[in-house]
């Protein structure tokens, strides 16, 4: 039984491992597509940027869907939101799946 038990633990650890490893990897993604499109000229991140819209907990408040409506359909989003911020957010339409992926899973990543 204690066998059968420490492997069990083994497995699990690794399969956490694993599933840690592209969740990082991801955040380093986003990351550099976030400085890539400029978006702190409008934001901030940890006091970086613009700070009169911090997107310090934005992962908390939004779900990944809306997180993604913001970057490629801002109009969209802020009508939702009814948001009246200026100037207001340009769309990203443009960006590959990749990129949009990797900024969606960074964004997410800001929880605290
Ligand atoms: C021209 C300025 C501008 C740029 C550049 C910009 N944004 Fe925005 N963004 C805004 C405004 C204005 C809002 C609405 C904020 C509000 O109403 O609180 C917003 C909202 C957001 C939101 C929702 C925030 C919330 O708290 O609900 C996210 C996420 C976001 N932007 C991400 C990005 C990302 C990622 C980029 C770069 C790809 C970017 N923005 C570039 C102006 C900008």
């Known amino acids: 039984m204690y066998r059968f038990c420490s492997i069990t633990l083994t497995v699990l650890g690794g399969t956490l491992l694993l599933s840690a490893g592209p969740a990082l990897a991801q955040t380093e993604a986003g990351i550099k597509v976030y400085a890539a499109q400029k978006c702190s000229i ?3 991140i940890a006091g970086q940027g613009n700070k009169k819209l911090p997107l310090d907990k934005v992962g908390a408040k939004l779900s990944a869907d809306q997180i993604r409506e913001w970057i490629v359909a801002p109009a969209d989003a802020a009508t939702k939101a009814k948001s009246t911020a200026k100037p207001a957010m340009k769309a990203y339409p443009n960006l590959p799946k990749a990129d949009l992926d990797a ?3 960074y964004m997410k990543s ?3």
Do not use: E
């Open 110 to 112: 800001l929880a605290k």
């Open 103 to 105: 900024l969606v899973g």
């Open 42 to 44: 409008c934001h901030s």
